[in-house]
């Protein structure tokens, strides 16, 4: 009995050592994550609304290479899933001594979309300093308006969104691959369209 009793409150002991060195040993392990990695601790702040001017390279497979300008507007649910709403124009190029090419009136591409945003935080080394960054992936669906007819499409895409330490200002890069039937003249084919993005965003109150 005595060996019994002894051996239970050796165990007791035991406990009462170790119980106590588990809870830091998880706080340690918590805090090994770098705050620039949690949005709750992180210096840039996340807000509601995001707007986002831009400018860059359209590459089209049959409007070819030209350029596109335009503006995007995200509105964030959290600081991880949000949505948003595009408008682009870019003045096509297409080859007009192909056959596809001599039937096209209006080179003019207007692309109107929204999207689902899924957002995590980053961060990475400048020399010395630590920037914060936000990487984004999109998914979304709109209509592509080309030679005077609307078009369904798609697209997926993603970016980077640098962070300075300046609450409201980002600067944001941004891939996009557009995808919609246009018309030649045997019948349909797809077009793949490649934008790259580039421009500030302005992060617009209220804080989430």
Request: aromatic fraction near 12%; charge should be negative.
């Amino acid at each position: 009995m005595r060996k019994t009793l002894s051996a239970f409150n050796l165990l007791a002991i035991l406990c009462l050592f170790l119980l106590p060195g588990a809870a830091p040993a998880k706080e340690k392990a918590e805090e090994e994550i770098p705050d620039a990695l949690d949005f709750d601790r992180r210096k840039a702040s996340s807000r509601r609304f995001e707007l986002s001017p831009y400018g860059g390279d359209f590459l089209g497979d049959k409007l070819n290479h030209s350029f596109v300008i335009g503006g995007n507007l995200q509105f964030n649910f959290t600081p991880t899933l949000g949505i948003a709403g595009d408008f682009a124009w870019s003045p096509s190029n297409p080859d007009r001594t192909s056959a596809f090419g001599a039937t096209v009136a209006d080179d003019n591409v207007y692309m109107m979309d929204g999207s689902f945003v899924l957002t995590m935080p980053s961060v990475f080394r400048s020399g010395k300093s630590m920037i914060e960054a936000d990487i984004f992936t999109t998914l979304g669906a709109g209509v592509v308006r080309f030679d005077g007819a609307n078009r369904i499409g798609g697209f997926v895409g993603g970016g980077i969104k640098i962070r300075p330490n300046i609450s409201w200002l980002a600067f944001r890069a941004e891939v996009r691959n557009y995808f919609a039937a246009v018309d030649n003249p045997v019948g349909s084919d797809f077009e793949y369209i490649l934008n790259f993005r580039l421009g500030p965003t302005f992060l617009l109150p209220p804080d989430l």
